[in-house]
């Protein structure tokens, strides 16, 4: 039986196997960059779902007859077909796919660990929660943040919805922003939900002025949030664990409900996120945590290495493993990342080693400047190319997203399929973001921080005393800032702008009514109709048609999560997705483009070839650590993350001179350059001198065009980072794309019945249909999306 089961893990080693076939109690594995930690995570949830304790029981086989053993004995002798028979009497201690929750940091990520379990487990893999901690976050509060006061159908504030909140704060409290910017506020408070100390804690442990400042900004910005029916990023995990700790019986079912955790990239937890899993698995203990204290990158955003260095004590008993055999990189590339690396003094030093060869060695660009250096990285792509590889192979990662700029350029001159990740996303685009305003407010009525951004937007003379008054009203009455404009012509002070907040009142029922009877899609193109953007953008000229275009990207995408979700699709299911795509969720494998990413995003990934660029004092390790011992040996774990990326090659640059932030610097070369030794680098000086100042010149118009061919990249790679895949045909077919309508056609639409279509307009890749129904009367709608036939 043993036999049998190992031999469907036969390609792990012995130490992986180990972890893999320990099933119960607490399991710690710590090990280096490439060692198999993912994999044997996903492994080990196979072998849960598929044999349980089967491995390593006497119990099982008590039902099996002669027959079976003797097919067993053949199987093993032959190598024989697994019988569904002998397939399920190895899996009488099987886990229930639904008993297992395994925690990852990107939803790029979670979806990798879902192909992956489909892969080895078939249909079974669907029950298994795989999912980030925000998203297990929300799943739970969906359900429970009754309990907490807020309401079920809660939004989730992003950033820029924070940033809104946080000034109205500052109004309120006269908070002067040049004593506390209200971006450390945010951040300061996000750490302390990281923390998990509440406002009211906050308060009490204040002693400076300062950190006064921060609690009361704090207070004002949670009771805010909380009568807006919001949370934001930070709350999603605070708000659940304080869920837990208040109301045992609601942890008790969720404990029931998973049985079994496993959490990758340990070592990046915050205090909260901790206690989140370790309140989950307090009944069962049945607890995995994969991870690498060298790769712990994210202590800025309040992940503590502790949690993975007091592992042991926290979960007495437990179990650790120790990978030690890198499968992913050369010697020369886990060289280098190992001479870097044992610079730091805090870590639980480990050794890696790798049979797969010594490799090419690790190359070293000399360049002028930022210019030279993309000019260099391009010429490398070409020749790996010309040898045979593949765009997709090759990942360009830098510290900061601001020096993805030049290489963007010069790739798109060169013709250079790329992709960013991260970086300005097409969820973060001003008109997008309107839009999705109005479908927050749909959603939502109570969501006064949106209502408040599209109110007047497209223009409608509703202007900021007016709506200072209403949300003074509202505040007096307690009330939402929905419920005063409804009521306006009750209010003198709205006086003036009666007929405006009255259109605005009619626009938004329109809307309302509108979610109820249209297909989602549909929907989101009524909203730009009715709400006047459309209109708006269009008198735009150029300008406002690259936005109009966008907004047919947001179609497009509420249209391919409505294919994907089928019944299951909502407006709230939607927002919620827009609200949890973080940035490494743009990157579409599927695509044959180069990737451009931090060295951040980057972590769990592998490429074959791998540039880390800007090798300078000042940029990688950055400006600040150079003050801070903890701050550079994050840096440096920074720093062994990016080289450990590599599989076959990996190529490193530095620049004489830099333009960054509009500042032309001329930095000293990286330590890691010396800590990695240039004995062991095959160096190579720029040839040309000064390139840069030539090509600059030579065109704004080309630059222009490169700008609109990168904006069209990364319109494509936010899209596509929304689900991931592309809308079924079969779904897109029952819609109108495709079909060239013309005015005097008679169609059927899936909602509105039978109509003739008055006028056909193309634009922006689409083509916007008048029809007039025979009920329904006159509609616009988009022919690609609308869910339109011929009669
Ligand atoms: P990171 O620290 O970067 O997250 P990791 O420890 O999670 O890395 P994986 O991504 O699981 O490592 O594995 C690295 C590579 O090694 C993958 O390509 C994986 O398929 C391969 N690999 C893992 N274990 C084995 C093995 N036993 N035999 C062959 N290849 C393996
Ligand atoms: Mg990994």
């Given at each position: 039986?043993?036999?049998?089961?190992?031999a469907?893990?036969?390609?792990?080693n012995?130490?992986?196997r180990d972890?893999?076939?320990t099933v119960?109690?607490p399991?710690l594995?710590?090990a280096?960059?490439?060692?198999g930690k993912?994999?044997?995570?996903?492994?080990?949830i196979?072998n849960l779902?598929?044999?349980g304790?089967?491995?390593d029981?006497?119990?099982i086989?008590?039902?099996?007859?002669?027959e079976d053993?003797?097919?067993l004995e053949a199987?093993l002798?032959?190598?024989?077909?697994?019988?569904?028979r002998l397939?399920?009497?190895?899996?009488?201690?099987?886990?229930r796919?639904w008993?297992?929750l395994a925690?990852?940091?990107?939803?790029k990520?979670a979806?990798?660990?879902?192909?992956?379990?489909?892969?080895?487990?078939g249909?079974?893999?669907?029950?298994i929660a795989?999912?980030t901690?925000?998203?297990?976050?929300?799943r739970?509060l969906r359900?429970?943040?009754e309990?907490?006061g807020?309401p079920?159908?809660?939004t989730?504030?992003?950033?820029?919805d924070?940033?809104r909140a946080?000034?109205e704060?500052?109004?309120?409290?006269n908070?002067?922003?040049?004593?506390?910017?209200?971006k450390?506020?945010?951040?300061a408070i996000g750490r302390?939900?990281?923390q998990?100390?509440?406002?009211?804690?906050?308060?009490a442990?204040?002693?400076?002025?300062?950190t006064?400042?921060?609690?009361t900004?704090y207070e004002g910005?949670a009771?805010?949030?909380?009568s807006?029916?919001?949370?934001?990023f930070?709350?999603?995990i605070?708000?659940?664990?304080?869920?837990f700790?208040e109301?045992?019986?609601?942890l008790?079912?969720?404990?029931?409900r998973?049985?079994?955790?496993?959490?990758?990239?340990?070592?990046?937890?915050?205090?909260?996120?901790?206690?989140l899993?370790?309140?989950?698995?307090?009944?069962?203990?049945?607890i995995?945590?994969?991870?690498?204290?060298?790769q712990?990158?994210?202590r800025f955003r309040?992940?503590?290495?502790e949690?993975?260095l007091s592992?042991?004590?926290h979960?007495?008993?437990a179990?650790?493993v120790?990978?030690?055999?890198?499968?992913?990189s050369?010697?020369?590339i886990?060289d280098a990342?190992?001479?870097?690396?044992?610079?730091n003094?805090g870590r639980?030093g480990?050794?890696?080693?790798?049979d797969?060869?010594?490799?090419?060695r690790v190359?070293?660009?000399?360049a002028?400047?930022?210019?030279?250096?993309a000019a260099?990285i391009?010429s490398?792509?070409?020749?790996n190319?010309?040898?045979?590889a593949?765009l997709?192979?090759?990942?360009?990662?830098y510290?900061m997203?601001a020096?993805?700029?030049?290489?963007?350029?010069?790739f798109?001159?060169?013709g250079?399929?790329?992709?960013?990740?991260?970086g300005?996303r097409?969820?973060d685009?001003?008109?997008v973001?309107?839009?999705?305003?109005?479908l927050?407010?749909?959603?939502?009525?109570?969501?006064?921080?949106?209502?408040?951004?599209?109110?007047?937007e497209?223009?409608?003379k509703?202007?900021a005393?007016?709506?200072?008054a209403?949300a003074g009203?509202?505040?007096?009455?307690?009330c939402?800032?929905?419920?005063?404009?409804?009521?306006?012509?009750?209010?003198p002070a709205?006086?003036?702008?009666?007929?405006?907040l009255?259109?605005?009142?009619?626009?938004?029922?329109d809307l309302t009514?509108?979610a109820q009877?249209?297909?989602l899609?549909e929907?989101?193109?009524?909203?730009?109709?009715?709400?006047?953007y459309?209109q708006?953008?269009?008198?735009q000229?150029?300008?406002?048609?690259t936005?109009?275009?966008n907004l047919?990207?947001?179609?497009?995408s509420?249209?391919t999560?409505?294919?994907?979700k089928?019944d299951?699709?909502?407006?709230?299911g939607?927002?919620?997705?827009?609200?949890?795509?973080?940035?490494?969720?743009?990157y579409?494998e599927?695509?044959?483009t180069?990737?451009m990413?931090t060295?951040h995003?980057?972590?769990?990934?592998?490429?074959?070839?791998?540039?880390?660029v800007?090798l300078?004092e000042?940029?990688?390790?950055?400006?600040m650590?150079?003050?801070?011992d903890?701050d550079?040996?994050e840096e440096r774990r920074?720093?062994?993350?990016?080289?450990?990326?590599a599989?076959?090659e990996?190529?490193?640059s530095?620049?004489?001179?830099?333009?960054?932030f509009?500042?032309?610097?001329?930095?000293p070369?990286?330590r890691f350059?010396t800590?990695i030794?240039?004995?062991?680098?095959q160096?190579?000086e720029?040839?040309?001198?000064?390139?840069?100042?030539?090509?600059?010149?030579a065109?704004?118009?080309r630059?222009?065009e490169t700008?609109?061919q990168a904006?069209?990249?990364?319109s494509?790679?936010?899209?596509?980072?929304?689900t991931?895949?592309a809308?079924?045909?079969?779904a897109?077919?029952?819609r109108?794309?495709?079909?060239?309508f013309?005015?005097?056609?008679?169609?059927?639409h899936?909602?509105?019945g039978?109509g003739?279509v008055?006028?056909?307009?193309p634009?922006a890749?689409?083509?916007?249909?008048?029809?007039?129904?025979?009920?329904?009367?006159?509609?616009?709608?988009?022919?690609?999306?609308?869910?339109l036939?011929?009669?």
């Amino acid at each position: 039986r043993k036999q049998v089961i190992e031999a469907s893990f036969g390609r792990l080693n012995p130490v992986q196997r180990d972890a893999v076939f320990t099933v119960n109690g607490p399991l710690l594995i710590l090990a280096g960059a490439g060692s198999g930690k993912t994999t044997v995570l996903v492994n080990r949830i196979a072998n849960l779902v598929r044999y349980g304790t089967a491995h390593d029981s006497d119990k099982i086989f008590g039902t099996a007859g002669e027959e079976d053993v003797a097919a067993l004995e053949a199987l093993l002798k032959d190598g024989g077909k697994l019988t569904a028979r002998l397939a399920s009497l190895l899996s009488v201690n099987a886990v229930r796919p639904w008993h297992v929750l395994a925690i990852t940091f990107t939803n790029k990520a979670a979806g990798e660990l879902k192909t992956r379990l489909e892969a080895m487990l078939g249909s079974d893999a669907q029950d298994i929660a795989a999912s980030t901690f925000h998203s297990a976050c929300v799943r739970i509060l969906r359900r429970e943040a009754e309990h907490l006061g807020y309401p079920k159908s809660f939004t989730i504030y992003d950033s820029d919805d924070s940033l809104r909140a946080m000034k109205e704060v500052y109004k309120q409290y006269n908070i002067d922003d040049k004593f506390l910017p209200v971006k450390s506020a945010l951040s300061a408070i996000g750490r302390l939900k990281d923390q998990m100390v509440s406002p009211a804690a906050a308060a009490a442990q204040a002693s400076e002025y300062r950190t006064k400042l921060v609690a009361t900004a704090y207070e004002g910005y949670a009771k805010r949030l909380f009568s807006a029916g919001a949370l934001d990023f930070d709350d999603l995990i605070y708000q659940t664990v304080l869920l837990f700790q208040e109301h045992p019986d609601v942890l008790e079912y969720y404990r029931d409900r998973w049985q079994y955790i496993l959490v990758d990239e340990y070592q990046d937890t915050s205090v909260a996120q901790f206690l989140l899993v370790s309140l989950l698995a307090g009944g069962h203990n049945n607890i995995c945590v994969v991870g690498d204290d060298d790769q712990s990158i994210y202590r800025f955003r309040g992940a503590t290495i502790e949690n993975i260095l007091s592992f042991e004590q926290h979960f007495p008993g437990a179990k650790v493993v120790r990978l030690e055999q890198n499968y992913r990189s050369t010697t020369s590339i886990l060289d280098a990342a190992n001479r870097v690396i044992k610079n730091n003094v805090g870590r639980k030093g480990k050794t890696l080693w790798t049979d797969n060869g010594e490799g090419d060695r690790v190359c070293l660009y000399r360049a002028d400047n930022e210019q030279d250096e993309a000019a260099h990285i391009a010429s490398v792509i070409g020749q790996n190319l010309k040898n045979g590889a593949h765009l997709r192979d090759h990942a360009v990662l830098y510290r900061m997203n601001a020096q993805s700029g030049p290489i963007e350029t010069y790739f798109a001159r060169a013709g250079i399929p790329y992709k960013i990740v991260g970086g300005h996303r097409f969820f973060d685009r001003k008109e997008v973001k309107d839009i999705i305003s109005y479908l927050s407010v749909i959603a939502n009525p109570r969501d006064d921080l949106r209502l408040r951004r599209i109110i007047n937007e497209p223009a409608r003379k509703i202007g900021a005393a007016t709506l200072d008054a209403a949300a003074g009203i509202a505040a007096g009455l307690g009330c939402g800032l929905m419920e005063v404009i409804a009521e306006a012509q009750n209010y003198p002070a709205l006086g003036r702008a009666l007929v405006p907040l009255k259109n605005f009142c009619a626009i938004c029922d329109d809307l309302t009514a509108a979610a109820q009877e249209q297909p989602l899609d549909e929907l989101v193109s009524t909203v730009i109709d009715r709400s006047g953007y459309r209109q708006m953008l269009e008198a735009q000229g150029e300008e406002g048609r690259t936005r109009l275009e966008n907004l047919g990207e947001l179609v497009s995408s509420v249209k391919t999560y409505a294919d994907e979700k089928g019944d299951e699709a909502s407006l709230e299911g939607y927002l919620e997705e827009v609200a949890l795509i973080s940035d490494i969720d743009g990157y579409d494998e599927e695509a044959d483009t180069v990737v451009m990413m931090t060295m951040h995003a980057a972590k769990g990934l592998e490429f074959d070839y791998v540039f880390l660029v800007g090798l300078e004092e000042g940029v990688f390790p950055g400006e600040m650590s150079r003050y801070s011992d903890e701050d550079l040996e994050e840096e440096r774990r920074l720093c062994y993350v990016g080289i450990t990326r590599a599989k076959k090659e990996l190529y490193l640059s530095c620049a004489r001179t830099r333009m960054i932030f509009g500042q032309t610097k001329r930095n000293p070369e990286s330590r890691f350059l010396t800590e990695i030794g240039e004995g062991e680098l095959q160096v190579e000086e720029s040839p040309v001198a000064a390139m840069a100042t030539t090509r600059i010149s030579a065109g704004a118009a080309r630059q222009r065009e490169t700008t609109r061919q990168a904006e069209s990249f990364r319109s494509f790679t936010a899209r596509s980072g929304l689900t991931g895949t592309a809308p079924r045909p079969t779904a897109a077919a029952k819609r109108g794309a495709g079909i060239a309508f013309k005015p005097g056609d008679l169609v059927e639409h899936k909602v509105f019945g039978r109509g003739t279509v008055l006028k056909v307009t193309p634009i922006a890749g689409d083509t916007i249909v008048e029809i007039r129904f025979d009920t329904a009367g006159v509609k616009k709608t988009m022919a690609n999306y609308a869910p339109l036939t011929l009669a």
